[in-house]
């Protein structure tokens, strides 16, 4: 069975760092599958964020969040990760990560995880 | 790169079908078969229903059928069913993201 198993909420206080992750099994992490992540703010929609291949980490970010996260693989423990450096109020949303399949990241999302919830506030 | 156009909700009653737009660009949802749909009930992870257009996964029911035509993208949930009742956000690859792009969402309501 696919799972992907993301880690727990968090809370931080802004300017502070965060790392996430999320843990795939049940299928070759490492061999055509990408990893992206998602956001969705508090009752709003769906945002693409940025993608990842586990097996080189090759590695796509939406221009709209180029430069404030940065999505690493560690193929060893089938594990990605979203990670912020300083974090900002408006950072305060679920964030999932998803399988997409395919040797390039045209495909769709067919597994998702459960979700990690990051609150930021002072 | 702005999200794919959706209606904010569609209504309808059991039994009845309902059909959900999903507008794009040539950029997008025209210039690809790479159009997917997601389900997500409140407080839960989205859920792959359609993919490549009019595709659907083996853990989804055949009420649930997708279409394109142009920059348009449509699904479309026949024999309308209280559980249908969740947000549906549409995706495509995108060449300007260089990724993807999701929808603005529905909301269904099952009246």
């Known amino acids: 069975e696919v799972q992907l198993v993301q880690s727990g909420a968090e809370v931080r206080k802004p300017g502070e760092s965060l790392k996430i992750s999320c843990k795939g099994s049940?299928?070759?992490?490492?061999?055509?599958?990408?990893i992206g992540w998602v956001r969705q703010m508090p009752g709003k929609g769906l945002e693409w964020m940025g993608i990842?291949?586990?097996?080189?980490?090759?590695?796509r970010y939406s221009p709209s969040f180029q430069g404030h996260v940065t999505i690493s693989a560690d193929k060893s423990i089938s594990t990605t990760y979203l990670q912020w450096t300083s974090l900002e109020a408006s950072d305060t949303a679920m964030y999932y990560c998803?399988?997409?399949?395919?040797?390039?990241?045209?495909?769709?999302?067919?597994?998702w995880g459960q979700g990690t919830l990051v609150t930021v506030s002072s | 790169q702005s999200a794919l156009t959706q209606p904010a909700s569609v209504s309808g009653s059991p039994g009845q079908s309902i059909t959900i737009s999903c507008t794009g660009t040539?950029?997008?949802?025209?210039?690809?078969?790479?159009v997917s749909w997601y389900q997500q009930h409140p407080g839960k992870a989205p859920k792959l229903m359609i993919y490549?257009?009019?595709n659907r996964p083996s853990w989804v029911s055949n009420r649930f059928s997708g279409s394109k035509s142009g920059n348009t993208a449509s699904l479309t949930i026949s024999g309308l069913q209280a559980e249908d009742e969740a947000d549906y956000y549409c995706?495509?690859?995108?060449?300007?993201?260089?990724?993807?792009?999701f929808g603005t969402g529905t909301k269904v309501t099952v009246l």
């Open positions: 998803a399988r997409v399949p395919g040797i390039s990241p045209r495909r769709n999302f067919d597994y």
């Open positions: 049940g299928y070759d992490f490492s061999s055509t599958y990408w």
């Open positions: 990842i291949y586990p097996g080189d980490s090759n590695t």
């Open positions: 040539s950029s997008d949802v025209g210039g690809y078969n790479y």
């Open positions: 490549e257009v009019n």
């Open positions: 995706s495509s690859y995108a060449t300007y993201s260089p990724g993807y792009v």
